[in-house]
């Protein structure tokens, strides 16, 4: 049985690639024309780094395990699933984090995208752009307690509607004005979105960015874009967290919460040459973090 017949209405928000034109709507017929959506990988790595840690004049040998996820191609329901399966509790928040996420992706299903950004944000994760991370993919940067990302490495759009595949291929675009179930899905989608930037610790103002570029080419952000709109930060409760363990420790690491953060902000710009190697990234971050560069 052809797996068309399983199709479901979703909202998506995609790009293929600068110039190339976005893909957002509903389709309410099958069709046999389908176009290319960028497979789904997931890659997973553990990093142990080994600390001593001081019990009265003894030093003891501390193991800290870090896991790091890489996520490259479509947001999608597929992609969801296999988060869902994979992402269980991380245990204690080593440093410079317990869960590490590295984003590239030119966007997918949107509702996909504020779930898995939810389940991140469950899992205390640490998100960072280590590509492009365009339309759907934001949403699941949002997630993350501390995020980070290079200039104009964001790309966003207003919404629009399609109808997908569990693996994020595309069957058709619907305009939303001339139906009105697609109407419906839209302004649905409109409302979980700004409902999630909020519960995300997310400024309005970022909505309202994505709804002031309706063309098909999504709007690169600038550094400063990046910052006021959030997708380079740390959420305010976590940050406070944060600032308050390493204040404890001795060493380098920032003592308070305005130097967490200014350091935290330079990760993504200082550690981009390490992109393609999750574990060197992760180096480069502790290594921020001390003021090392």
Known sequence: MSSIKYFLFTIVLATFSLGLLARESVTLQETSSEQAATKSTVTTNILTLTESSKTGDVSVPVNQQIKIMQIKGAISRKLLANLKATITSMGD????????????????????????????????????????????????????VVRG?????????????????????????????????????LAKFDASAKTYFSDMDIPPELFVAMQSHPTKRVYRLSSQEITAYGLNGIESSYLMQRAQMYAQRPGRWPKDPDELMRRTSKVSTECILYDNNPVDFTKCYRKVLQDIY
Request: proline fraction near 3%; include cysteine.
């Open 93 to 144: 928040d080593s440093v410079p984090a317990g869960f590490i996420v590295l984003l590239d992706s030119k966007g997918g299903d949107g509702m996909a995208g504020i779930e898995i950004g939810r389940l991140l944000r469950k899992a205390n994760a640490h998100v960072f752009v280590n590509g492009e991370c365009s339309s759907a993919c934001i949403l699941v940067l949002a997630g993350g």
């Open 149 to 185: 990302a290079p200039t104009f490495s964001i790309g966003i759009h207003q919404a629009r509607i399609t109808l997908s595949s569990d693996a994020g291929v595309i069957k058709k675009e619907v305009n939303a004005n001339e139906d009105p179930q697609a109407k419906f899905l």
